[in-house]
């Protein structure tokens, strides 16, 4: 599928920053897991933290589709619109648990980053697999922005969440 083959690289290198971001969000839980915690920092976790793991965890699953050898754009298509589809369901998820969580108060920049921009990737997602069957090579750029979204995301947010504990939780902690 020549299409495909130009992107390689590409996914190789977004794929395996995805796993290695990962992997290093498990290591910073790990590392913060001896701050104390309440109830409600639960439900926060789930409204601000877990999306990021899934977030990397679609980037990781992208890569690896794109990057297998298909016979055509027809599986990789559907895969990557389902997970869009998924992805904007897992949005409003996000959304209502941002809502009802009261560990924090989110401000603009929590609902851009943890909802109106995974929104708008995994609406590309699904949009671009629609446009896939008719005009491949755009979808595929459109494809390839959705996935660096969803990495640029992810690193915002864990940075955020990162810096939160660190720097807020922390102090509370000791005081």
Known sequence: ????????????????SAGAL?????????????????????????????P???HFGVVLFLSAIVCAPWHGITVIATLWGLLGIGGVVY????????????????????????????LAAYALLAASAAVAF???????????AAALLLLFIGIHNAWDTVTY???????????
Do not use: C
């Open 1 to 16: 599928m020549n299409a495909l083959d130009a992107w390689d690289n590409f996914y190789v290198i977004v794929g395996s």
């Open 22 to 50: 990962i992997g290093l969000q498990f290591v910073v839980m790990t590392l913060i897991a001896d701050i104390p915690r309440s109830g409600s920092d639960t439900q926060a976790g789930l409204a601000f933290g877990t």
């Open 52 to 54: 990021n793991v899934v």
């Open 91 to 118: 949005a409003a998820i996000v959304a209502r648990r941002m809502r009802r969580q009261t560990t924090y108060k989110a401000v603009f920049e929590d609902w851009l980053f943890h909802f109106l921009l995974p």
């Open 134 to 144: 008719a005009r491949e090579r755009p979808a595929l750029f459109a494809l390839g």
């Open 165 to 175: 504990h660190v720097f807020v939780r922390k102090k509370e902690s000791n005081a």
